[in-house]
């Protein structure tokens, strides 16, 4: 199972980036998917959660600005992030909870894409 993030990048106080992360591999359920993030020599924390309902959960941090969301046929989630902030400014990582086909459940992660938000 692997699973690759993208939509990262440079954009103006204000703006506005949709992150995308699929998972592939032999995969037989998604139990949850989630984005994180990890600021400049800081910890990393985390900034949202779907559930395989639909259910989410925010950060208060982010909360009325992030969107997440999914699309299960496609094992992808994404992170509309609007209104950024400079403290947004951060590399962002997707992580799903997957029951590989013949395996245990565990969590998976993407490899991070950056999110530099500056004039």
């Known amino acids: 199972v692997q699973l690759q993030a993208f939509g990262g990048g440079l954009v103006q106080p204000g703006g506005s980036l949709r992150l995308s992360c699929a998972a592939s591999?032999?995969?037989?359920?998604?139990?949850?998917m989630g984005w994180y993030r990890q600021a400049p020599g800081k910890q990393r924390e985390w900034v949202a959660t779907?559930?395989?309902?639909?259910?989410?959960v925010y950060a208060d941090s982010v909360k009325g600005r992030f969107t997440i969301s999914s699309d299960n046929a496609k094992n992808t989630v994404y992170l509309q992030t609007n209104s950024l902030k400079p403290e947004d400014t951060a590399v962002y990582y997707c992580?799903?909870?997957?029951?590989?086909?013949?395996?245990?459940?565990?969590?998976?992660w993407g490899q991070g894409t950056l999110v530099t938000v500056s004039s």
């Open positions: 992580n799903m909870r997957i029951t590989p086909w013949g395996g245990l459940t565990n969590n998976y």
């Open positions: 591999g032999r995969i037989s359920s998604i139990n949850a």
């Open positions: 779907i559930s395989s309902a639909g259910s989410t």
